[in-house]
């Protein structure tokens, strides 16, 4: 099989029990055979290193799902923006049957190469995106039944052509993880993940979300730098309640700008209030805004059912 790194995402599932292969994303392990599931304290057999004969192999045929914070690193590391990051190294991808946007990194011109393979390795190794820094491992999140919280399951993806499997080294899981760096990503990725999984779990009952919700949806996820201007822009600071000092934090701290993305996602698409109002301004602006806004909200309103309006929140 070619090297599907699209397997070390988390995948997650709401489950009666235990089970692997469904969730947000592509289903990670395809076998009828289910991978034993393994806890961060058990022992895995690995090695991926310089000098293995398989170097490089599995970077040369890639399907690697981006997360919102795999482009903030890669983005930052080109001293581009996100828009032009996403241009020049992502491909689109829908992640659900109602038109949830996804990105994929790009591959070389004519082949199934990743885009930043070069003949040493990765060309952006110390930025490589989750997908990369989990494999071998993958990971999927488990809502046992009766259980209220989400539980991390792990497993091992054994693809012929990687020969790691064979080198040998032990370590446990959790060894491994802080190894590759993943935690950091899990936990900036981890409000991006909720949002996608409720949204796929939610199904009808939310209704076909509207074609200005995934766009909002896009722009916080995929593309920072836009959101960065909208949170500075007259008509987000005439609805929220934000003081200088956080509007600057934000401005000028990337990280702090994502985790704040989540939650206006989360205020917007479910309802989730974090962030304050000020007191009258979202009916002083739907007056200003006049019919056209009122009937495009009636049309999102209709398509969500009832939920809350997210066209309040939209820069003009
Ligand atoms: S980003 Fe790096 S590790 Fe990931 S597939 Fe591309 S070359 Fe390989
Ligand atoms: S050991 Fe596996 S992960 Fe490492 S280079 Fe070889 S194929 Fe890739």
Redesign the pocket.
Known sequence: MS?D?SSDLRNDAVLDAPQLGDGPFEAPFRSPVKPAQLTLDDTIQFHCHKGIACF?E??KS?E?QLTPYDILRLKRRFDISSKEFVARYTMPFEMDHHGMPGLK?TTQPGTS??????QE?????ED??A??RY?ALGAMGVRKKDAGSVEDVYFLVKEAHCLGHDEPRQLTVREYRQEQGVEVYDEMNQDWRDIVIKKRTSGPTVGQPSARSMQLFDMCSYDLDSFREFVQSDGFRLIFDIDQETTDKLINEDEELLRFAMRFLKQVLYGEHTIPLKEGARDKRLDERGDVLKARREADIAAHKGKEGFEDYMPD
């Open positions: 090297q790194k490089n599995c970077c890639i690697i990194l190469a990743c885009i930043f393979l070069e390795g990765c060309g952006v190794y490589r995106p997908a990369c494999y």
